[in-house]
Nanobody
Framework: QVHLVESGGGLVQAGGSLRLSCAAS????????MGWFRQTPGKEREFVAVNTRTTNTSHYSDSVKGRFTISRDSTKKTVYLQMSSLRAEDTADYYC?????????????????WGQGTRVTVAS
């Protein structure tokens, strides 16, 4: 069982930056493919970014490409989401997730473990 805890959310002005962290504990020492998703009330959880477990490649949704960067520190079992040039439409609850599959997962159902989320509010 893997336990994920997000942190780093908060209120930021449009155009600003924020870094989210996701600390993993439990489970085995294997590396997981790690993803970030976000969700706003009344909408489905949407893919934001993913970093794959073996090739260390990253993928992004079109809406955040060029503004967000996903990275991981395997020694700390932590994955980060650096968010820059934030917009009001980036306001959401952000969730990190882990999957044991090799491929990058873009859909929530592909993930095995989830954190509780951290709220990001971008004021325009």
């Amino acid at each position: 069982q893997v336990h994920l805890v997000e942190s780093g959310g908060g209120l930021v002005q449009a155009g600003g930056s924020l870094r989210l962290s996701c600390a993993a504990s439990g489970g085995t020492s294997r590396t997981y493919t790690m993803g970030w998703f976000r969700q706003t009330p009344g909408k489905e959880r949407e893919f934001v970014a993913v970093n794959t477990r073996t090739t260390n490649t990253s993928h992004y949704s079109d809406s955040v490409k060029g503004r967000f960067t996903i990275s991981r520190d395997s020694t700390k079992k932590t994955v980060y989401l650096q968010m820059s040039s934030l917009r009001a439409e980036d306001t959401a609850d952000y969730y990190c997730a882990a999957r044991t599959g090799y491929a990058a997962g873009h859909f929530p159902l592909e993930y095995d473990y989830w954190g509780q989320g951290t709220r990001v509010t971008v004021a325009s």
